[in-house]
């Protein structure tokens, strides 16, 4: 079907329905083993922000995609192409679940606001894949079985159901083990990127150990908790590219409890005392490093 790329025109926002596709934190990853398929097994510790990339949907005449926002020029020049784009990939595979059943599903606009950083291990692409999914479902006033639903998010990437849940969970196997962490607090966060790409298979292939104890879950006391605990790709990634480290230490600088990489890079992380030390942090960063991504940003936890 024929896709629009214009980001002039944006049937789907005049629809007033929206999903939010929140950016995903690693608190900490542990790398525990290895499949015979060559996928890595990991222990991940895995919140959401209240910042991230939005998706608009409308009933249309015929499928369109439109694109904004800061980072909407670094997607690939074949956006419209399923295989190159999860959100048109995330709307096919759930139209034909639901064809199957013999339940309808009309031609859509959708209208992506992209606001994260491209490939930032922050999971931008697969929440907005998870978004499409619940948009859709609603535009459409569809439903499937929750296993179902779940089979999908994960054909479209091992991030995708963690992402479909957006609340904090212990994420194990390739990812798609999940257990809810109810116990985990909000946290106020500045992120961090220098927008210098990461190769994810390079530095699973630097890893040099690969069987790692696993991750425990505390009762309270989870700042002190996650500071015992790291981020296996971190050192890996550290060694590629550089401005990891130079602003990992910046964010330090800045007084942060906790700076980490989120992922597989390049965004770090770092955990500040409340929301507004974090925006004081992020402003500042901003004005040192203008061509880079910093943002303020708390994350999902009990009583939020």
Do not use: N, Q
């Given at each position: 079907m024929p896709s629009d790329l214009s980001v002039e025109t944006r049937p789907a926002r005049k629809a007033g329905l929206f999903e939010w596709a929140p950016a995903k934190i690693n608190l900490a990853l542990h790398v525990t083993g290895k499949r015979a398929d060559g996928y890595h097994l990991i222990e991940s510790i895995v919140t959401f922000a209240d910042t991230g990339d939005r998706l608009d949907f409308g009933v249309a005449k015929t499928d369109s995609f439109g694109i904004s926002g800061r980072f909407a020029h670094l997607l690939p020049t074949d956006a419209a192409d399923e295989q190159a784009n999860l959100v048109l990939k995330a709307r096919n595979l759930?139209?034909?679940a639901l064809a199957d059943k013999g339940l309808p599903a009309a031609p859509v606009s959708i209208h992506l606001e992209k606001n994260l950083p491209i490939a930032a291990g922050i999971g931008g692409g697969s929440s907005d894949a998870a978004a499409t999914l619940r948009g859709l479902?609603?535009?459409w006033g569809a439903s499937l079985p929750e296993a179902e639903l779940a089979a999908i998010a994960l054909s479209l990437g091992a991030d995708v159901p963690m992402c479909l849940k957006g609340e904090p969970v212990m994420a194990k196997g390739i990812g798609e083990e999940l257990t809810a962490l109810p116990t985990l607090p909000p946290l106020s966060l500045v992120l961090g990127n220098p927008l210098v790409g990461v190769s994810t298979p390079e530095i699973f292939k630097r890893l040099t150990k690969k069987d790692n104890p696993?991750?425990?879950?505390?009762g309270s006391d989870w700042v002190g908790f996650l500071k015992t605990l790291r981020n296996d790709l971190e050192p890996p990634a550290r060694s590629l590219v550089r401005e990891i480290g130079q602003i990992s230490g910046m964010i330090g600088?800045?007084?942060?409890?906790?700076?980490?990489?989120?992922g597989s890079g390049a965004t770090c992380f770092g955990i500040f005392?409340?929301?507004e030390l974090?925006?004081?942090a992020a402003e500042n960063l901003t004005r040192r490093q203008p061509d880079w991504y910093f943002q303020a940003a708390q994350t999902v936890g009990?009583?939020?």
């Open positions: 759930l139209r034909r479902l609603r535009l696993p991750v425990t879950v505390p600088a800045e007084g942060a409890v906790i700076t980490r990489m989120s005392p409340s929301r974090a925006e004081k009990r009583g939020t």
